[in-house]
């Protein structure tokens, strides 16, 4: 997969940006102090009380203390918070997709290596919560919870409970159709039980398809969490989070753009390139899709010599 990936300029570019944006997530701390800011100061002298809030300065009050500028209103520094933000986001996207591929890779090998009626009863399951509708579903769950409850984590489980049934699915399908093969039976013939078979066979087997689903997963996360933080229902001030950033940057827009570009152009940047990133892994992962690509670039080389010719 590597060797593939190597391969594909967008590949390497969308995983060197991810690279960084997490290196300056788990560095954020260290940034802060040598910034020297925090998330949570208020600088009440950087703004402007007399037209509402509005930092001082050009740019949002960029200066050699603040070096994105300060968040209108409070003086908080928006560097510090929004790599703070950062830690937020992907924490919850990649802790809600460890906790879907899970309960879905469970329920999707139950249901694929079950008898009839355990597969009927699980697949009726899935399909409940396949219509249920998520955001309004997450809405209600995390308003009910009572506010001193970690909010991140409340997320994550929420996301998670919530987004199973699509991993389930794809488990399940592919798991019918490797329990037919050769090297399964012979398992099964060689006295392994279900759970020995799906640990040392399938799993194994399921790892290509279930890598690329979560790779598709986490920017849809990401989206989730800043909508719900947006709404007001998911991390709750002081904890930064880019979400909650555009939720209260949208009344700056005309007086301070750079407060709602910055975070919207963060969360732009990590929702492509996680998605760039899962396109390239998914056709890493099947050597088909690698084929047929290469087929079509050898012919259409072909169709441009030909045509200078």
């Known amino acids: 997969m590597w060797r593939r990936l190597r391969t594909r300029p967008s590949a390497l570019a969308a995983a060197s940006v991810l690279a960084l944006l997490v290196l300056l997530a788990l560095a954020a701390p260290l940034l802060a102090a040598l910034a020297g800011q925090d998330p949570h100061t208020y600088h009440d002298e950087l703004v402007d009380s007399a037209r509402g809030g509005v930092p001082y300065g050009s740019f949002g009050g960029i200066s050699a203390d603040h070096w994105l500028g300060v968040e209108p209103g409070t003086g908080r520094d928006l560097f510090v918070r929004l790599l703070y933000g950062a830690r937020i986001s992907l924490l919850v996207a990649v802790g ?61 489980l929420v996301i998670g409970l919530l987004g199973w049934a699509g991993t389930s699915r794809i488990v399940r399908a592919q798991t019918l159709t490797l329990k037919s093969l050769d090297f399964v039976a012979a398992s099964r013939l060689a006295g392994s039980g279900r759970g020995r078979t799906a640990r040392r066979e399938l799993i194994p087997s399921l790892a290509a398809p279930v890598i ?49 570009l910055l975070p919207a152009g963060l969360l732009f940047v990590t929702v492509l390139a996680f998605t760039v990133l899962g396109d390239a892994v998914r056709t890493a992962l099947d050597p088909r899709e690698a084929s047929r690509l290469s087929v079509g670039t050898a012919r259409a080389k072909r169709a441009r010599k030909e045509k200078t010719s």
């Open 96 to 156: 809600a997709t460890a906790v879907q591929i899970l309960i879905g890779l469970l329920v999707g090998l139950a249901a694929g290596l079950g008898s009839r009626w355990v597969d009927a009863v699980l697949g009726r399951i899935t399909d409940v919560f396949v219509a249920l509708p998520f955001l309004v579903l997450a809405i209600a769950l995390t308003a009910v919870v009572p506010r001193d409850f970690p909010r991140p984590l409340l997320l994550i």
């Open 212 to 260: 690329t689903y979560a790779a598709i997963l986490v920017p849809t996360n990401i989206v989730v969490e800043a909508s719900l933080s947006f709404l007001g229902v998911g991390v709750t001030p002081p904890t930064p989070s880019w979400g909650q950033m555009l939720s209260t940057a949208q009344t700056w827009f005309r007086a301070d753009p750079a407060y709602v």
